[in-house]
C-alpha cells in the first residue's frame, strides 16, 4: 500500500467518524441520556465543526494527487454510498425497525474502505485462484465488524430506546445471545481457516483473536461505554501481530 493510499484511508475514515458523531450528538434532545462519547464531542463541538472542512479539503488533495484513477472511482463510488447511508440514518432511522440492516450495512462499509487499497491487487489482471483466496478472508473480516456493531447495539439498546434510536438490538431485544454466539462460531472458522493456506495464516489468526476477544467482551463486568471503546480495539489485532513480528 503507498504511503498516499494510507493517508488518504486514514483521512476519509475519520472525516465519516466525526461528520456522524457530530450528527448523532447535535441529533440528541438537551436533557436526554447521553453516552459518555456523545457528551464529549458536545462539549468539544466547535473543535468537531472546525476539524471537518479541514480534513476534507485535505484529504481530497491526496485523494485527487496520490491515488490512481481506478482506485479513485471506487473510493468515490463508496464515499457516497457512505454519504447516502449516513443521510438514511439520520432522516428516516425508523426504517431500520423495518428493515434491521443498520449494523450489517456498518460493518460491510467498514470492510470495503479498509480493503478498498487492496483493488489494484485484485485486478483482472490477477489470477482466478488468489482472488478465490480472498474471498474467505474478506467475508470474515466483514463478519466480524458486523459482529461489532451488533454487540454495541446490543450493549446501548437501552440507551438507544431512551434516545429513540433503532437497532437491530431495538428490534430484537434478545439478540444478545445469538451474537455471542456467532462471534464464537467466527473465532472457530477463522481458526481452521489458518490451517487451510500458510498465506492466510496471519490474517486468519488475526481474526480469530478478534472475534474471541469480542465474544470474551459479552462476559466482562464493565461500563457499556468501556465496553464499546473494547470492542473497536479488537479490530486492532493486526496491529500487535506486526509488532510481534517485529520484535521476534
Known amino acids: 500500500m503507498s504511503a498516499s493510499a494510507r493517508v488518504a484511508l486514514f ?3 475519520w472525516l465519516i467518524y466525526l ?6 450528538s447535535l441529533s440528541l434532545q438537551h436533557r436526554s441520556a447521553k453516552s459518555l462519547r456523545q457528551q464529549f464531542c458536545l462539549r468539544h463541538k466547535r473543535i468537531w465543526i472546525g476539524l471537518i472542512p479541514v480534513i476534507a479539503p485535505l484529504d481530497t488533495v491526496i485523494v485527487l494527487s496520490g491515488l490512481d484513477r481506478n482506485l479513485l472511482l471506487a473510493g468515490a463510488c463508496l464515499s457516497s454510498i457512505a454519504l447516502i447511508y449516513l443521510a438514511f440514518n439520520y432522516a428516516v432511522s425508523q426504517l431500520w425497525d423495518t428493515v434491521p440492516l443498520k449494523e450489517i450495512t456498518v460493518g460491510f462499509l467498514f470492510t470495503a474502505g479498509t480493503l478498498l487499497v487492496l483493488l489494484p491487487k485484485l485486478s483482472v489482471a490477477t489470477p482466478t485462484m488468489e482472488r478465490s483466496t480472498v474471498t474467505a478472508p474478506v467475508m470474515f473480516f466483514a463478519a466480524l465488524c458486523s459482529l461489532n456493531c451488533m454487540s454495541i447495539a446490543v450493549w446501548e439498546r437501552d440507551l438507544d430506546r431512551i434516545q429513540g434510536k433503532h437497532s437491530i438490538a431495538t428490534r430484537w431485544p434478545g439478540l444478545g445471545f445469538s451474537v455471542r454466539i456467532f462471534c464464537i462460531v467466527l473465532a472457530a472458522a477463522a481458526l481452521l481457516l489458518a490451517f487451510a493456506g500458510h498465506r492466510l495464516f496471519p490474517v486468519a489468526i488475526c481474526l480469530s483473536a478478534s472475534a474471541t476477544l469480542l465474544a470474551i467482551l459479552h462476559f466482562v463486568s464493565i461500563q457499556h461505554d468501556e465496553r464499546t471503546a473494547l470492542a473497536d480495539l479488537v479490530l486492532l489485532t493486526p496491529v500487535a ?4 513480528e517485529l520484535v521476534l
Open 241 to 244: 501481530f506486526l509488532c510481534a
Open 11 to 13: 483521512l476519509a475514515a
Open 19 to 24: 461528520i456522524d458523531r457530530l450528527a448523532d
